[in-house]
């Protein structure tokens, strides 16, 4: 059974830095590509970030480039999220998902997916 576990958010105050974790079993990690995703309050669930299976690239939204860093551990099997200068627009519940390709996953299409981090950022 596949199992996709985000951890690490939590409330931060404007322009702080937060950073996720995404633990991920019963799948062959290294065949997957991984990615970040959000959902604010009352808005449909948005592609943040996606790295490919060996970690060698990496895509972003184009409104979180430069702020937000994906990477990969395959000997953990785990993937992060970097977050620095957060703003209050950045609040939302945090996914992680695993997808066939960078492709599937920026268009929305991931295989499995966890159950979500809370990201609060005050003002």
């Known amino acids: 059974q596949v199992h996709i576990i985000e951890s690490g958010g939590g409330l931060v105050q404007a322009g702080g830095s937060l950073r996720l974790s995404c633990a991920a079993s019963?799948?062959?990690?290294?065949?997957?590509?991984m990615g970040w995703f959000r959902q604010a309050p009352g808005k449909e669930r948005e592609f943040a970030a996606v790295?490919?299976?060996?970690?060698?690239?990496?895509y972003y939204s184009d409104s979180l480039k430069g702020r937000f860093t994906i990477s990969r551990d395959n000997a953990k099997n785990t993937v992060s999220l970097q977050m620095t200068s957060l703003k209050p627009e950045d609040t939302a519940v945090y996914y992680c998902?695993?997808?066939?390709?960078?492709?599937?996953?920026?268009?929305?299409?991931?295989?499995?997916w966890g159950q979500g981090t809370q990201v609060t950022v005050s003002a």
């Open positions: 998902a695993a997808g066939l390709s960078p492709g599937a996953l920026v268009e929305g299409d991931g295989a499995y």
């Open positions: 019963g799948l062959t990690f290294t065949t997957y590509a």
């Open positions: 790295t490919s299976w060996h970690g060698l690239n990496t």
